[in-house]
């Protein structure tokens, strides 16, 4: 009992305990989505998606998103949700994907992120430059320079004003061109110095536990190679002819998707089908080198995973990662 005259000693804060998430990243074709979902059957898990063109809702065939019948199996989210016409970015993805995790935590479900941009999963995990959101104008006035410069003397304009982020980028890197010289226009720094910033934003009240799909090379390439020639029996010519349809501004995210300048030029009559699918294979091995060195070398705290889930795969890692989540102890959190 309190005596008379005082008041009452506070007990200790406590605080919340971190929600779980599991996180399965990698390269392109490695299997992400067949792990997600079997990890989201086996404890009662929910699939979130963390790829920068599966987000869209214009090419699900070409961008590999998970069919109609996987989705029935558990809940999907986050695919299909922008449509081709809008810039997506990792920001406006953390801020759908905290949503979603939020949403799937209050139903008593475990969040399953799934996908291999690496800088949205940084964004969500570690947070973000503080960067200030740039006017719409000063965006629309950066993409007419461009057009009427040209990518060449666009760069070779950011250089005389931004050398240090002229010489980071490719004059061909459009988005990134217009990027860098519309911050410098609405802020007067340069993207390079918020880039130096310490990150804000970070999902501190989230646990995440992370595999990392990495295959052998070339069990990957050749999953790269037989994916892409399916995806085109598969209706993906289609799917860029309905896109090319629309006139959408080249420079825009989802005109960048893996396939779609190859396949373009096949509609458009200036590459025969077997070179258009041999190109855009090779640019798929590309850019699944380029994620493989990322994840290894970038990606926050994970488990990394020496060999891709699936039938193309000789060994699978589900036992292995099965017996993680359960020793983890995350979904006695939920």
């Given at each position: 009992?309190?005596?008379p005259?005082?008041?009452?000693?506070?007990?200790?804060?406590?605080?919340?305990v971190?929600?779980?998430?599991?996180?399965?990243?990698?390269?392109?074709?490695?299997?992400?989505?067949?792990?997600a979902l079997a990890?989201?059957?086996a404890?009662?898990?929910?699939v979130?998606?963390?790829?920068?063109?599966?987000i869209y809702?214009?090419?699900?065939?070409?961008?590999?998103r998970?069919?109609?019948?996987?989705?029935?199996?558990?809940?999907?989210?986050?695919y299909?949700?922008?449509?081709?016409a809008?810039?997506g970015s990792?920001?406006?993805w953390?801020d759908?994907a905290?949503?979603?995790i939020s949403?799937?935590?209050a139903s008593?479900?475990?969040?399953?992120?799934?996908?291999?941009t690496g800088?949205?999963?940084?964004?969500?995990?570690q947070?973000?430059?503080?960067v200030p959101?740039v006017p719409?104008?000063?965006r629309?006035?950066a993409t007419?320079?461009?057009?009427?410069?040209?990518n060449?003397?666009?760069h070779?304009a950011?250089?005389?004003?931004d050398p240090?982020?002229?010489?980071?980028l490719?004059p061909?890197n459009?988005?990134r061109?217009?990027r860098?010289w519309e911050?410098?226009d609405?802020?007067g720094?340069?993207?390079?110095?918020w880039?130096?910033?310490a990150p804000?934003?970070?999902?501190?009240h989230l646990?995440?536990?992370c595999?990392?799909?990495l295959?052998?090379?070339?069990?990957?390439y050749?999953?790269?190679d037989?994916?892409?020639?399916?995806?085109?029996e598969?209706?993906?010519?289609?799917?860029?002819?309905?896109?090319?349809?629309r006139?959408?501004?080249?420079?825009?995210?989802?005109?960048?998707?893996?396939?779609?300048?190859?396949?373009?030029?096949?509609?458009?009559?200036t590459?025969a089908?077997?070179t258009a699918i041999?190109?855009?294979?090779?640019?798929?091995?590309?850019?699944?080198?380029r994620q493989?060195?990322?994840f290894r070398h970038?990606m926050p705290?994970?488990?990394i995973v020496e060999t891709?889930f699936?039938?193309?795969y000789?060994?699978?890692?589900?036992?292995?990662i099965?017996?993680?989540?359960r020793?983890?102890?995350?979904?006695d959190?939920?």
């Open positions: 009992m309190t005596p005259g005082t008041s009452p000693v506070p007990g200790p804060v406590r605080k919340p971190p929600k779980p998430v599991v996180v399965v990243a990698g390269p392109t074709a490695s299997g992400k989505s067949a792990l990890i989201a059957e404890f009662r898990g929910i979130i998606n963390a790829d920068s063109m599966q809702a214009d090419l699900r065939v070409l961008t590999a998970p069919s109609a019948e996987e989705e029935r199996r558990v809940p999907h989210r986050l299909g949700v922008l449509d081709g809008e810039k990792a920001g406006q953390r759908l905290l949503a979603e949403r799937a935590h008593g479900l475990l969040p399953v992120l799934c996908g291999g800088l949205y999963l940084r964004s969500l995990m947070g973000i430059a503080p959101a719409a104008e000063t629309a006035a007419a320079l461009l057009h009427r410069l040209g060449a003397g666009f070779a950011l250089a005389e004003r240090v982020m002229a010489g980071r490719h061909g459009t988005q061109l217009i860098a911050v410098l609405s802020t720094r340069s993207l390079a110095d880039q130096q910033a804000v934003g970070g999902a501190t646990d995440f536990l595999f990392t799909l295959p052998p090379r070339d069990a990957l050749a999953a790269c037989g994916r892409l020639a399916r995806m085109v598969q209706g993906a010519l289609q799917e860029v002819a309905a896109l090319a349809a006139h959408l501004d080249p420079a825009l995210p989802v005109m960048k998707a893996l396939g779609v300048r190859e396949l373009a030029a096949h509609l458009a009559g590459l089908l077997d041999e190109e855009a294979q090779r640019e798929t091995r590309r850019y699944a080198k493989m060195t990322w970038q705290e994970s488990y891709g699936g039938a193309q000789s060994t699978s890692p589900i036992d292995e099965f017996s993680k989540i020793r983890s102890g995350l979904t959190a939920i």
